[in-house]
């Protein structure tokens, strides 16, 4: 198993779309991805979230980066045969 840590995509405050808009497509456009893992940030989500949708890439969103990639791991112990993908998606939107 690989993480992939991508570019910020705040500076100064601001959010940069265009770096959203890469960071989640560069997610969907790898068919070893089976989540994205993101700090909570409403205004960032509605940008991605349309785009990890269309591709069904889950998300997690979280405060602490440590925290969220422990829950991914813990998913994915838990999951059973199949896709990996579909059923992370599966056990995130239950909770």
């Not at 890469?22 to 456009?29: D, G, P, V």
């Not at 998300?59 to 980066?65: D, Q």
Request: with cysteine.
């Amino acid at each position: 198993m690989q993480a992939a840590c991508l570019p910020s995509a705040r500076s100064h405050a601001k959010l940069n779309l265009a770096t959203l808009g890469a960071n989640a497509r560069r997610a969907t456009e790898d068919s070893t991805t089976v989540a994205y893992l993101e700090a909570s940030d409403p205004a960032a989500a509605r940008f991605t979230h349309p785009i990890l949708e269309t591709a069904e890439v889950p998300w997690i969103a979280g405060s602490s980066g440590k925290a969220t990639m422990s829950r991914l791991l813990e998913l994915i112990e838990a999951s059973g045969a199949g896709s990996l993908r579909q059923s992370l998606r599966e056990e995130l939107h239950e909770s």
